[in-house]
């Protein structure tokens, strides 16, 4: 039974990977066997991260909203261990500008980074993946795929749009063995969401509105998350898994 979360042999790639859930995301991976290559523009902390995971780890400061660079970037990925086999789309940034103060730029900038960088990212690889007829591509949603809040119109639309990109992205490559889906994290201490975890009486309010009563830590993802990167979720696509502690359920 083991064996189905078992990622030995296999290469990930993860984006967002030098801090928070990408962060994690990238350390849990490689902890079940994955040689992973980590995505970010902190050269230093991916350097770190390459310091606690050795071998295992490799990594590219890169930009990956460069959508004119996702060719040589595709390139310098598969140089490293090879072409993936999983896909964890975890870089995001949220500009919280509120709906009358959205500029073109914060606008642009959340959905080029949120949305449109995990599906370009991702058609570079799939015909890699096709010919192994197998492949794992995991977005992040969010809480606000399905719920609007203050200051977050760019950063919901985007969100939303991962939901849906999830499901069409199953539609098209899963016939060829590439599951495509989600995870949505509810409220997770992040460097994304400082804001919110500066407010003690905030996070205290986000926290009592889960149905277990607290928000989330990192670990919390790791079981999901591979889940969905392994055997185990072989007949799982297009779906969209809530990491948020039941805040949706209420």
């Avoid at 995301?25 to 066997?33: E, F, K, P, S, T």
Wanted: net charge negative; with cysteine.
């Amino acid at each position: 039974m083991s064996d189905l979360f078992d990622l030995s042999g296999r290469v990930a790639c993860v984006t967002g990977a030098s801090s928070g859930l990408g962060r994690r995301a990238a350390i849990v991976l490689a902890q079940a066997g994955a040689r992973v290559v980590g995505l970010a523009r902190r050269e230093a902390a991916l350097a770190e991260l390459k310091q606690e995971l050795g071998e295992a780890f490799d990594y590219i400061a890169c930009d990956v909203a460069d959508r004119d660079g996702i060719p040589v970037l595709a390139e310098n990925v598969v140089g490293k261990f090879g072409p993936p086999d999983i896909l964890v789309h975890a870089a995001g940034i949220n500009t919280r500008e509120a709906a009358d103060d959205v500029t073109h730029q914060g606008w642009d900038t959340t959905i080029g980074l949120n949305l449109s960088a995990p599906f370009f990212l991702s058609q570079a690889f799939v015909p890699a993946m096709k010919d192994k007829g197998w492949g794992r591509i995991v977005n992040f949603a969010s809480l606000q795929s399905t719920r609007a809040f203050p200051g977050g119109i760019a950063y919901g639309a985007s969100k939303g749009g991962i939901s849906q990109l999830t499901r069409a992205m199953a539609e098209a490559w899963s016939g060829a063995g590439i599951n495509c889906n989600a995870i949505g994290p509810g409220f997770f201490r992040t460097e994304l969401t400082a804001a919110v975890f500066s407010d003690p009486a905030r996070a205290a309010r986000n926290a009592a509105q889960t149905c277990v009563g607290r928000n989330g830590e990192p670990e919390d993802l790791d079981g999901p998350l591979l889940f969905l990167c392994s055997e185990a979720s072989g007949y799982v696509t297009g779906q969209v898994l809530m990491v948020d502690g039941g805040f949706t359920a209420k």
